[in-house]
């Protein structure tokens, strides 16, 4: 190759080595600090823990879970961060809820680990131990014939407050409270299903940003692979003295 086209070549390359250096920079930037994150994943604890910023979450909306609830009369029974709530308010703790009542004057609540019996004022008077009454999860719950019945497996029993025992029943002519969605402006989807893990992989491979942000990371790629052999012609080149 003659001289004169030699220095034409390393000019247009050192050129364009700026340029494209400038356009993969946060690009680059990005994919590093995200796999540095990911080489540390275990230590950072990242993988158990759920963002829940509605911008971080924009690609996933699909995965996120409405919170379920009791209607009751005006207001919602739900369960939230371990807590029993009346809307916002916090009545008591609650691990999950999964089953409600309302007798004449209190109100059955399962918590899946514990019973809870409510006044209708929604105030705490009982709390009650579900194994022992049964090992097995209660699947339903109704008011019927003054009395709370319970749905153990495949069958049904009346709970006696008095004796704290479980007598066999028939099944309830009225179907049990079902779970429902909260309406939105009382409590937002939560993020329970995707990690900063997986958003830091979405952001490294560009998943992230949707199908066209996997070939903004794939140009990237091949800018940086032009940088590694531009730069290496221009140091080569000068090292030759042309």
């Given at each position: 190759m003659k001289t004169s086209t030699r220095r034409q070549l390393r000019f247009w390359l050192h050129k364009w080595h700026r340029r494209a250096g400038l356009l993969a920079a946060l690009i680059v930037i990005l994919v590093t600090l995200t796999g540095l994150l990911l080489n540390h994943i275990a230590a950072t604890g990242l993988d158990r823990l759920y963002p829940q910023n509605s911008l971080i979450l924009t690609p996933y909306q699909?995965?996120?879970?409405?919170?379920?609830?009791?209607?009751?009369?005006?207001?919602?029974?739900?369960?939230?961060?371990?807590?029993?709530?009346?809307?916002?308010?916090?009545?008591?703790?609650?691990?999950?809820?999964?089953?409600?009542?309302?007798?004449?004057?209190?109100?059955?609540?399962?918590?899946?680990?514990?019973?809870?019996?409510?006044d209708n004022n929604h105030q705490l008077l009982e709390v009650l131990e579900p194994s022992l009454f049964s090992e097995e999860p209660v699947t339903a719950v109704v008011w019927q014939d003054d009395a709370y019945q319970l749905q153990i497996g495949q069958d049904w029993f009346v709970l006696d407050l008095l004796s704290y025992q479980l007598t066999a029943a028939t099944a309830p002519a009225e179907p049990a409270a079902a779970l429902q969605v909260l309406p939105p402006e009382l409590a937002a989807a939560r993020n329970e299903s995707i990690s900063w893990q997986r958003v830091l992989l979405d952001l490294?491979?560009?998943?992230?940003?949707?199908?066209?942000?996997?070939?903004?990371?794939?140009?990237?790629?091949?800018?940086?692979?032009?940088?590694?052999?531009?730069?290496a012609w221009i140091w080569f080149s000068r090292k030759r003295g042309f």
């Amino acid at each position: 190759m003659k001289t004169s086209t030699r220095r034409q070549l390393r000019f247009w390359l050192h050129k364009w080595h700026r340029r494209a250096g400038l356009l993969a920079a946060l690009i680059v930037i990005l994919v590093t600090l995200t796999g540095l994150l990911l080489n540390h994943i275990a230590a950072t604890g990242l993988d158990r823990l759920y963002p829940q910023n509605s911008l971080i979450l924009t690609p996933y909306q699909h995965a996120l879970s409405r919170p379920l609830g009791f209607a009751v009369d005006a207001h919602w029974l739900w369960s939230a961060d371990g807590q029993l709530r009346l809307d916002q308010q916090v009545l008591t703790g609650c691990r999950q809820l999964q089953g409600y009542a309302r007798g004449d004057d209190s109100q059955f609540v399962d918590c899946s680990s514990q019973w809870l019996l409510l006044d209708n004022n929604h105030q705490l008077l009982e709390v009650l131990e579900p194994s022992l009454f049964s090992e097995e999860p209660v699947t339903a719950v109704v008011w019927q014939d003054d009395a709370y019945q319970l749905q153990i497996g495949q069958d049904w029993f009346v709970l006696d407050l008095l004796s704290y025992q479980l007598t066999a029943a028939t099944a309830p002519a009225e179907p049990a409270a079902a779970l429902q969605v909260l309406p939105p402006e009382l409590a937002a989807a939560r993020n329970e299903s995707i990690s900063w893990q997986r958003v830091l992989l979405d952001l490294h491979s560009g998943r992230w940003f949707g199908s066209w942000g996997v070939w903004v990371v794939d140009v990237a790629a091949l800018i940086l692979l032009f940088l590694a052999l531009s730069g290496a012609w221009i140091w080569f080149s000068r090292k030759r003295g042309f």
